[in-house]
């Protein structure tokens, strides 16, 4: 299957810095990659859909200019979080899709987890 | 509200058990997919199902696809320790955008030596 890298795998941060989360996909053209944050023994909650080229579409409840969403070209996604505090603490992973391919599978990275002190 | 719900949310077993993990939705999705996801890393893609009444064999896990795709089962036959882990569904709507996918509520799998 396809692969999709994350870096890092683990940040700490202290409160109100900013931390930058990559996605990369390695072998195939990402044009719509999403994010994720999950809690201990959840399911995978939908924070954005970050679109090549264009400004990403944030869930309900997300706040855009917290969790900065750049998607700049077919194979690379970031994600910032800004002004990080402590309940910003948390598991995030992206996935990607190869859109054109039916049924459009996912591919995850294998997730950050960022703890904020 | 859950679009798809998972059953049961946690389970626990002996090593050698079966068991069945119950997916279910009152929409209908075009595809639907299982995942397992352990601790730390991300999910891994298991199966992909597509069509109704739909039943793919992954060694001694065997996963069905309803007839009118609105629900999914994942049947483990004589578990093992190495099956723990968080199992996740998530389908593509039929009448939704073909880009999201939606999660199911997971099911967190012990298997006990």
């Known amino acids: 299957g396809a692969v999709v890298s994350q870096h890092p795998s683990r940040v700490i941060c202290k409160s109100g810095t900013s931390v930058k989360i990559e996605c990369r996909s390695l072998?195939?053209?990402?044009?719509?990659m999403f994010w994720y944050r999950q809690f201990p023994k959840q399911s995978l909650m939908l924070m954005a859909t970050?679109?090549?080229?264009?400004?990403?579409?944030?869930e309900q409840g997300v706040e855009k200019d917290k969790f900065l969403i750049n998607h700049a070209s077919l194979t690379l996604s970031t994600l910032t979080v800004t002004s990080a505090h402590p309940e910003d603490s948390s598991f995030y992973i992206c996935?990607?899709?190869?859109?054109?391919?039916?049924?459009?599978?996912?591919?995850f990275g294998q997730g950050t987890r960022l703890t904020v002190v | 509200t859950q679009l798809l719900e998972q059953s049961p949310q946690f389970l626990s077993i002996q090593e050698g058990e079966n068991l069945t993990v119950y997916c279910n939705s009152s929409s209908v999705f075009s595809s639907l997919q299982w995942y397992r996801q352990e601790p730390g890393e991300g999910p891994v893609l298991l199966v992909t199902?597509?069509?109704?009444?739909e039943v793919k064999k992954l060694k001694r896990l065997t996963f069905q696809f309803g007839d009118a795709r609105k629900d999914s089962s994942l049947h483990i036959t004589a578990a093992q320790t190495g099956d723990t882990g968080l199992y996740l569904c998530a389908g593509d709507l039929s009448s939704g955008s073909a880009r999201q996918l939606t999660f199911g509520s997971g099911t967190q799998l012990t298997v006990l030596p």
């Open positions: 996935s990607a899709r190869v859109i054109r391919q039916r049924p459009t599978e996912a591919f």
């Open positions: 199902v597509v069509t109704g009444g």
């Open positions: 072998d195939f053209q990402a044009t719509t």
């Open positions: 970050s679109n090549e080229g264009s400004k990403a579409t944030y």
